[in-house]
């Protein structure tokens, strides 16, 4: 099997996500993170990569190597389901605060959770993704230090691609407690490199996310803005989603066109999402490692309609379960009925299959001389055995078509 030895190793052969981390660890004097032709952010060496430097990415890059939920992080009170992992407690639950439940792509939780931890002064900022005020159908990472910033900086499902890691040095530099909102590859990187820099426990006390169905290359919200004869430098307005749930794909321009397609017209149909090839080999796109991870409540998977806003809850460490309980208590988040696991699988059953099909993904590549990603604690091969060996092959060839397509 190829091994990776560079960090073009790990962009040619699809591993990267964007997420920042390489850049985080050596500056942007020597990677820069940048978009390419396809769409997709991917790291630029600027100057020649140290084997050091290069060693220390490689012990975080979620494109290397990802794991589940720390061992210290399951006590006894700990659930386990063998697709989602483990857990202490699963709900519907959604922000208080009717304009961020509006606002957000469901029921705000994220948002609600990241209010309060500001407002309760248990962080002082915290690190997420939102929209770029000069360009909004591209993403930034940013601090929010409060409601204002929080709620203006566009951060309601940002489905393009991000790099919400780029800034995460910078924030241990500051020496300050913070929380982080982003995707389950940007966590992982986060525990892998706790066990690198004591800085990362100390100074990142709550690692929240969402349920992933991956994200579009930046060539699909080109398509959307062009089919209606808009440029990128005209647009006043970006949104995936929001203004009610799902709510619209939504643009608006300086002249004051407006523009917008529902949900499931845009999103409806998986073969158009035009996601990268790592979202396609994700051996955790479920927010194992995270302290909460918020998702869709759809039965079946997808919208009928609009609604209120909700959100499912997926509580995995005691500090999570503490930080619900709080933010109930002082009235930023209501919860509402318990869910069982069944519920949660039927509201993912693209998670399901995901997470079923992912090791015979990953023998595809192997089997194509491919490196791909090293896994600890995802049980994906226990899933693998209990498949269907039909499955498995048609997984596994699956993935050997698309491989000259990365």
């Avoid at 009925?337 to 023998?363: G, M, T, W, Y």
Wanted: glycine residues 8%; aromatic residues 8%.
């Amino acid at each position: 099997m190829s091994e990776i030895n560079s960090l073009s190793d790990i962009t040619k052969n699809g591993l990267c996500i964007g997420c920042g981390i390489c850049e985080s660890i050596v500056g942007r004097e020597t990677i820069k993170i940048s978009m390419t032709k396809k769409g997709r952010l991917e790291p630029q060496e600027i100057s020649p990569l140290s084997n050091e430097n290069l060693n220390k990415i490689k012990k975080v890059c979620p494109g290397v190597l990802v794991e589940g939920l720390p061992k210290n992080e399951i006590n006894k009170n700990s659930k386990f389901d063998l697709i989602w992992g483990y857990y202490h407690s699963l709900f519907y639950s959604w922000s208080t605060d009717s304009k961020i439940r509006f606002q957000s792509s469901t029921g705000g939780l994220l948002n609600g959770l990241s209010l309060y931890l500001l407002e309760s002064k248990k962080v002082n900022f915290i690190l997420h993704t939102g929209t770029d005020p000069q360009k909004p159908m591209r993403s930034i990472s940013k601090y929010s230090h409060n409601k204002n910033e929080l709620l203006s900086s566009g951060s309601c499902s940002r489905y393009g691609p991000a790099s919400p890691l780029d800034k995460f040095h910078e924030a241990l530099d500051l020496n300050q407690p913070f929380a982080f909102v982003g995707k389950p590859c940007d966590i992982s990187a986060i525990r892998q490199l706790s066990k690198i820099d004591g800085r990362v426990n100390e100074s990142c006390k709550y690692l929240l996310t969402l349920v992933c169905g991956g994200f579009g290359e930046f060539t699909k919200s080109q398509d959307f803005i062009e089919s209606f004869n808009v440029k990128e430098e005209n647009l006043e307005i970006f949104r995936y989603r929001g203004n009610g749930n799902p709510g619209k794909m939504y643009i608006k321009t300086d002249t004051g066109e407006e523009y917008d397609k529902d949900y499931n017209s845009f999103w409806g149909e998986e073969s158009t999402w035009r996601v990268p090839f790592r979202c396609k080999i994700c051996p955790d796109a479920i927010g194992e490692s995270a302290d909460v991870a918020a998702l869709d409540t759809w039965p079946g998977g997808s919208p009928i309609g609009e609604d209120e806003g909700f959100n499912a809850a997926i509580v995995r460490t005691q500090r999570g379960l503490e930080l619900l309980n709080n933010a109930i208590d002082a009235g930023y988040i209501k919860k509402g009925n318990s869910l069982s696991i069944e519920e949660i699988s039927d509201f993912q059953p693209h998670q399901v299959k995901k997470k079923q099909a992912v090791f015979a993904r990953h023998q595809g590549m192997k089997k194509n001389n491919l490196p791909t990603i090293e896994t600890t604690g995802l049980r994906i091969k226990e899933l693998y055995d209990l498949n269907d060996k039909e499955f498995n092959i048609k997984e596994e060839e699956g993935i050997s078509k698309r491989v000259d397509k990365i």
